[in-house]
């Protein structure tokens, strides 16, 4: 089934029509810059101009950059205050007139790893926390998602963990790869006494610059970087949308 896929981050709004069965995108991925503030209205106002973009008529899927309890949003930590207590999902459905389904942004790109990405066949308790403007986290058991877990959130260093770790804070205070990698370890090394995880997928941009900070990782559970570079997001929120049709 085709379902128009959107992963809405703190920095872009990106979206692709998705085979939501084989989790291939069968149209260009499109992006629209998040607008600043990141209101509901102007956002949604995205919304309906990514709908217009692909002449979209059917479900959409969405990861949204916060936790989204039975549609509405709990947090807003790189979005508009605004937006708590926002029942993202009807708001979505009256701008774009298309049934709308939203869930956390790391638990979709975490659902698509799971399914067509480097998660493939890892059962136990994988972890995937996903590098981005903040730090977003997705965990499963045997293959079910726990949805909302906030461990981006975890205090590290008398510091909110994304505060100390996320993409944001590698470009602001122009860290290595190396440096950032020596934090980042720290972070795992954390959640790895906290939840025991059997794997960590390590995903946003960071999955593709593996290779220049893996060396600093000293847990022991296996990580593995992300497959579905950036499409991950897209591809797991149009899995979500099948599965409450
Ligand atoms: C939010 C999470 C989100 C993550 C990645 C965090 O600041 O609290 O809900 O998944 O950023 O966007």
Known sequence: MHILGVDIGGTGIKAAIVDSKTGQLISQRQRITTPQPATPQAVAACMKQMVAFFNWQGPIGCGFPATVHHGVAQTASNIDQSWIGTNVESLFTEYTDCPCYVLNDADAAGM??????????????????????????????????????????????????????????????????????????????????????????????????????????????????????????????????????
């Not at 730090?135 to 045997?142: K, L, R």
């Not at 293959?143 to 963990?161: D, F």
């Not at 770790?165 to 860290?175: G, N, Q, W």
């Not at 992300?226 to 929120?237: D, E, K, S, T």
């Open 112 to 245: 698509a790893e799971m399914a067509f990405g480097a998660g493939i066949q890892h059962h136990g308790v994988v972890l995937v926390v996903t590098v981005g403007t903040g730090i977003g986290s997705a965990v499963f058991v045997n293959g079910q998602l726990l949805p909302n877990t906030e461990l981006g959130h975890l205090i590290l260093n008398q510091q909110v963990a994304e505060h100390y770790i996320s993409a944001r804070v590698r470009e602001t205070e122009d860290l290595s790869w190396k440096k950032w990698g020596k934090r980042f370890d720290l972070y795992l090394q954390r959640l790895a006494f906290l939840m025991s995880p059997d794997c960590f997928i390590i995903g946003g941009g960071a999955s593709k610059k593996f290779e220049k900070y893996s060396s600093q990782l000293t847990v022991k559970a296996e990580v593995l970087p992300a497959q579905g570079l950036n499409q991950a997001g897209i591809v797991g929120a149009a899995m979500y949308a099948l599965h409450q049709q």
